[in-house]
């Protein structure tokens, strides 16, 4: 089953522990992305990847890191977590010329 | 980043009823996509329309792309409970948004009252 799977679903955390989300996608999709979704805000980019060892930030880049080491796998690593960071997460994927992204189940972090 | 208006935030509707859901934007999309997040889930796509003017229906959906290419609406006839969820629509373009030109309006609610 084509799907995007990301781990942990939901994580409490304190402050300043590194810690990193899991996504991976069986389908062979070059993009890959990271998006946070917060009430009234709607989803927001957090970082981007075009390909293996190819990333760039986002609209909200800052307090989180990703890597491209494979093309099935991107993680997202918070190494020093904040309350601010309190969130929903999402991964999605897409082929390069295609305009359907999938998006994985969500992990929803909280910070305390 | 280029901003997308998505009304309304939330619509408090009886079952049966008919939804209408709009976007727009002041910048020029390529694509306009409509997705739909059930609770505890990921956003599903529900349509995707590539030119202006068009009106593409899936089921109970009708959603189309605006003329001028900055706006699009959405369309539910007949709610039923399984419709609840969060709608977001999103634009694509060339140029901003991510490596995929792909903006994000804020969603929305769709509450279903019995």
């Known amino acids: 089953e084509a799907q995007v799977t990301q781990n942990p679903r939901y994580l409490i955390t304190v402050t300043g522990k590194k810690l990193t989300v899991t996504c991976s996608q069986n389908?062979?999709?070059?993009?890959m992305s990271w998006y946070r979704q917060d009430p009234g805000l709607g989803l927001r980019q957090i970082y981007y990847s075009m390909n293996v060892e190819v990333t760039d930030k986002g609209d909200v880049p800052e307090g989180y890191k990703v890597s491209r080491k494979e093309k099935r796998n991107f993680p997202l690593i918070l190494e020093s977590p904040s309350p601010n960071q309190t969130s929903l997460y999402f991964c999605?994927?897409?082929?390069?010329?295609?305009?359907?992204?999938?998006f994985g189940q969500g992990t929803r972090l909280t910070v305390v | 980043g280029q901003q997308l208006n998505q009304s309304p935030q939330s619509m408090f509707i009886q079952e049966g009823e008919d939804v209408s859901m709009n976007c727009t934007s002041s910048?020029?999309?390529?694509?306009w996509l409509w997705y739909k997040q059930d609770p505890g889930e990921g956003p599903v796509l529900l349509i995707a329309?590539?030119?202006?003017?068009e009106l593409t229906s899936n089921g109970r959906l009708t959603a189309q792309f605006g003329i001028t290419r900055k706006d699009s609406f959405l369309n539910i006839s007949a709610s039923i409970p399984s419709d609840v969820g969060i709608y977001f629509c999103?634009?694509?373009?060339?140029?901003?948004?991510?490596?995929?030109?792909?903006?994000f309006g804020k969603g929305t609610h769709l509450i279903i009252q019995p």
């Open positions: 910048s020029i999309f390529n694509t």
């Open positions: 389908m062979n999709h070059e993009y």
């Open positions: 999605a994927s897409r082929r390069k010329f295609e305009t359907e992204a999938f």
């Open positions: 329309l590539y030119k202006a003017g």
């Open positions: 999103a634009g694509q373009s060339t140029a901003g948004g991510g490596a995929d030109g792909l903006t």
